[in-house]
């Protein structure tokens, strides 16, 4: 009762120093009352409530229903979130450098990072964990199990795993370290004369990996005449890790973006600042629905500059800029303090949001701005790519296997037959007969919309009493529709032995390996090789004819 009442004065002297500090007005007046009330709230829930309150559980809650209001960038990042928030901005974090993924009532490791604690102790994609330091692992959630295996590099953290293949339980001990997940994880040369650079996200040192990516390409091919850089599924990251990777290629002293807020005080400028490594080279960026933030203010710049080709998806639409500010206790807010604006002056912020994600904006209704050499592009709703290419649809079969984790189980029991397997290069998958076997071994099922359409059929048909009298066409659709399943496994099958020869290269070759594997088998990155062969196509994209 007294900390209380002591947390009650010291909230009364807080809120009178600001109300001497700024004239009293309407709005403060208001702050003033609400954070009054919210504080005798509270009060009365600790000391009447039936049960017992969680007081971290219960302001978590009441702060984010208050951020939930805004934008879904706004959020609040409590300190066992701080790993996490390092992890998206750093590209490091301290841990045992392994993915993780609750199947069934186990969390189980999912992805083994390169030269990681994981590694070194022989943990494996596979192994479920039965204990983390004595403590029993079942039915706990991966949130709880990552803030258990994350800590001080130094430190140690004990294991107890059940491996497929192995009779027995077994215990390691890991030694945690600073993680350090590289944001180039492959670049290469995908024909000839055609380089690719993969960028997974804008954390510290992003604009000097892809430049010494590109300069480790011109040494492997002095000939270079097209570059890909890839940043499909890329969210974003440091604003100024954007202007970097910009200024390779662009000119010094060029804008990129700037930035607009509620304080003009804090408005900003950004231009390159160095000297650009090539001007010239002909380059087309991937993008996609996930390519978000920072990797919209690089193809935005790059498109509306007349750089180079944008290629893929309509982007996300995410042209807001957020800071941090600690709040006490390790915690830290991020909020949205700007809007950013590329060379041609368009934001491309989506208008709406629903559930979290924005809302699509039709062209007719988003602004028209021109690049410099003239083209007409849109503002808001994200980038529209100079090449669009339609995103292919997910079958409901392959949706299923990966929901249901067929292809991640069947690639465990893969890697306990085969100790190596060629490179990501030359590596090709070859046993989809023992594949199709193991489906059938796991009495593997799914359902398609139709099947669930068909269902909702009977049911209607049954209550109406016409299920007798629609039987033979009920029965008909039904046979129809089991012998689509039963061809859907053999007419997918490309796709799949795509998916598994990804998963099996990854627990060999770990990410590094997914991406060069990706060169072999992706139409996007086709599409942008033959772009960039043909020269007379290109050169007529960046005039708009």
């Excluded at 990129?256 to 087309?284: A, F």
Aim: glycine letters at 8%; charged letters at 25%; hydrophobic letters at 35%.
């Amino acid at each position: 009762m007294k900390r209380w009442l002591i947390y009650t004065l010291l909230s009364a002297v807080i809120l009178t120093s600001l109300a001497f500090v700024r004239p009293v007005s309407d709005k403060y007046f208001e702050i003033i009352k609400n954070l009054e009330i919210f504080t005798n709230l509270y009060k009365e829930l600790n000391a009447g409530y039936v049960d017992e309150l969680d007081p971290a559980r219960t302001m978590r809650s009441g702060i984010d229903a208050m951020l939930a209001a805004l934008d879904p960038y706004t959020n609040y990042i409590s300190e066992s979130d701080i790993e996490g928030y390092r992890t998206m901005t750093e590209g490091r974090y301290n841990g045992i450098g392994a993915q993780v993924k609750k199947i069934g009532e186990l969390v189980t490791i999912t992805q083994i990072y390169e030269n990681s604690p994981a590694l070194k102790a022989g943990l494996k994609a596979g192994d479920r964990i039965l204990e983390v330091d004595g403590q029993d692992a079942r039915n706990r959630s991966t949130e709880d199990l990552n803030n258990i295996m994350q800590g001080f590099p130094g430190t140690q953290v004990k294991l107890r795993v059940n491996r497929p293949g192995e009779n027995k339980p077994f215990p390691l001990t890991l030694t945690r370290e600073e993680v350090d997940l590289p944001n180039v994880p492959y670049s290469g040369m995908v024909d000839d004369h055609i380089g690719y650079i993969s960028l997974t996200t804008f954390t510290q040192q992003a604009g000097n990996n892809i430049a010494q990516a590109y300069k480790d390409l011109r040494v492997k091919d002095p000939l270079i005449q097209g570059l890909i850089l890839d940043l499909r599924d890329n969210g974003g990251g440091l604003l100024n890790e954007a202007v970097n990777i910009c200024n390779i290629f662009i000119d010094r002293g060029e804008l990129v973006v700037s930035t607009k807020g509620k304080i003009p005080e804090w408005d900003r400028s950004y231009k390159t600042t160095q000297y650009p490594l090539n001007t010239d080279i002909p380059l087309v960026i991937l993008v996609n629905n996930h390519s978000a933030s920072a990797s919209e203010i690089v193809c935005g710049t790059i498109q509306d500059l007349d750089r180079g080709v944008v290629m893929g998806q309509l982007t996300y639409g995410k042209g807001l800029v957020q800071n941090t500010k600690e709040i006490g206790y390790n915690a830290r807010l991020k909020l949205t303090t700007a809007k950013y604006y590329i060379p041609s002056g368009r934001c491309i912020q989506a208008i709406n949001y629903k559930d979290g994600e924005p809302v699509h904006v039709p062209d007719d209704q988003r602004a028209k701005f021109k690049t410099r050499n003239g083209r007409t592009v849109l503002d808001g709703g994200g980038v529209k790519p100079d090449v669009v290419l339609e995103k292919p649809k997910e079958p409901a079969l392959i949706r299923a296997l990966l929901e249901q984790d067929m292809i991640f189980d069947y690639t465990t029991q893969f890697c306990l037959k085969h100790d190596s397997i060629a490179g990501p290069e030359t590596f090709r998958f070859t046993d989809w007969a023992e594949f199709d076997q193991f489906l059938k071994d796991r009495s593997f099922t799914y359902e398609t919309a139709s099947d669930k359409a068909l269902k909702v059929l009977r049911e209607k048909a049954g209550e109406e009493s016409l299920e007798g009298e629609l039987k033979p066409q009920l029965e008909s659709m039904s046979a129809t529709l089991q012998h689509h399943r039963s061809q859907s496994l053999n007419n997918h099958q490309e796709a799949i032995v795509n998916l598994i020869e990804q998963e099996i290269v990854g627990r060999y070759y770990f990410n590094r390996g997914r991406k060069q594997l990706g060169l072999r088998n992706d139409p996007e990155i086709v599409a942008a090789n033959v772009l960039l062969k043909d020269t007379e196509r290109y050169r007529k994209l960046l005039k708009g004819k």
